[in-house]
Structure formats: C-alpha cells, structure tokens
C-alpha cells in the first residue's frame, strides 16, 4: 500500500462537509480513478492526499504510516503531483530545465542536468527543450513538461487532477498513451482524477465514486463502469455523451 485514506472526513470553514468517512486505498501497480459530479469532493480530496490540508478526521497513511514530521520527506519525494491547466501551473519566468528541476531543488536532491534531460526524454520532449521558456510550447507539450517536473525524482505516486482535460482530443490521446507507458516502465502508480470515463477506462484499473463528499462505490474499474450498483454511478455513467 503506497497511501491509503482511512475513515477521512474533511470541513471547509463554511457549508457542509466537503468529505465524510472517505477510506481508499492506493497500492503499487493500482492505478485509481476518483471520480463524481462537481462538487463531490475530488480535488479537496487530493490536497489532503498531498498534504496540502489536513484532515478533519481519520488519518492520511503513506506506506502504512500517519503523515507525521518524521516521515514527509520520504513521502514528498514519493508524491508529485500534475494538474488540469498546463498554462498556470508553469512559471513563465524560468525557464523549463529550471522548472522541472524544482522538486530537486526542494527535496535538497542534486539538480543534476543529466536528470532534468532525463525526464525530458521520458516525456517525448528533447533536450533542447531544457533552454527554452513555458510560451514557446503548445498545452500538450507544456502537459509533458508538467509531467517531466512530477517525474524527475522517481517518485512512486503521481496524483493527477484531469490532466487532460484542458487539452484536444488528439492531443489527450497521446498524453494517456504517455501516462500509461511511465506506469509501465517506471514503476508508477496513478491516482487519477477525471470526468472523462473513456480515460478511466483507459489508465484506472480501480474506481472510485464520489458523491457529495462520500464514497458511494468503488472497485474494478470494468465492474464499476461495466455494472453499477449504485444511482448515482449509473446517473454518472448515462450522462456521458454517446458517439452516434
Ligand atoms: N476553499 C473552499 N472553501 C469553502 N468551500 C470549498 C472550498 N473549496 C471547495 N469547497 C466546497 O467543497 C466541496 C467539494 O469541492 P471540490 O472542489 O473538492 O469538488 P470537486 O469534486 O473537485 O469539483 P470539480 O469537479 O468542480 O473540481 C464543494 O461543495 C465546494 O463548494
């Protein structure tokens, strides 16, 4: 088990919980959607996993440990994450090789551009790419450079929210096929958050749903998306536009 959510509730200061008694597990080799409607809790539910907010109850285990002062480091480095909007999640004042170096940097690792040309190549980026800055590339390759950055320390778990979901179809394609592979070959684990169930479909074999801040359902992604048993899943699943 690489973090596992156990029994997590979470308030924001105003209105009704936005998590209750949340319990999800994420082991190696798993990929997991989390999915649900606006609103369900998703990315409030990801900044927990993060770190980025605590919870209000239960606990957030990495490697079947609390979160506590003692073990973070071993736990940032082994958690990156990759957002939906490719356009504001890059400085455009720096350049690539220095943005996807920031983890490096943060962790107090060596910064090495050996490794920064690395996690170019991993992505489908050449080396030159190192020298140039965020407004010289499309939404896709600046996804890849995102991509590069939550992959340049080796991390085990890549937390992703719609991490294709600003970009077009073509494109979305390829930066799935791009995720997929890094699972492959570099011992990656998803958590993936998206509204796209073909996606889901594509890189999840474990689902789980949200709705209004509870879990209504989860499990094999093909029994989830294949039959059901819950409402609020199926009425997810009948909202999804059909090709003709
Ligand atoms: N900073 C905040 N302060 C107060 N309430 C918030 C805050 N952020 C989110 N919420 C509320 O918490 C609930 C869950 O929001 P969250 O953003 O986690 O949902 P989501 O499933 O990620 O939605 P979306 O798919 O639209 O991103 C919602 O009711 C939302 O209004």
Redesign the pocket.
Known sequence: MILSADRVGFA?????P?LTDVSLDVRAGRNVALV??????????LRLLLGLTRPTSGTIRYDGNPLARGNLRDYRRAVQAVFQDPYSSLDPRQRIGRIVAEPLRGLGLDTDPARVADALDAVGLPADTAGRYPHEFSGGQRQRIAIARAIVGNPRLLLAD?PVSALDLTTRVRIVDLLASLCAERDLTILL?S?DLGVVAELCEHTAV?EH?RLVEQGDTASVLGAPSHPYTRKLLSSVPRLP
């Open positions: 924001y200061r105003t209105g009704r936005a649900g409607e606006s609103g369900a809790g998703k990315t409030t539910l719609e958050v509204h949200l801040g």
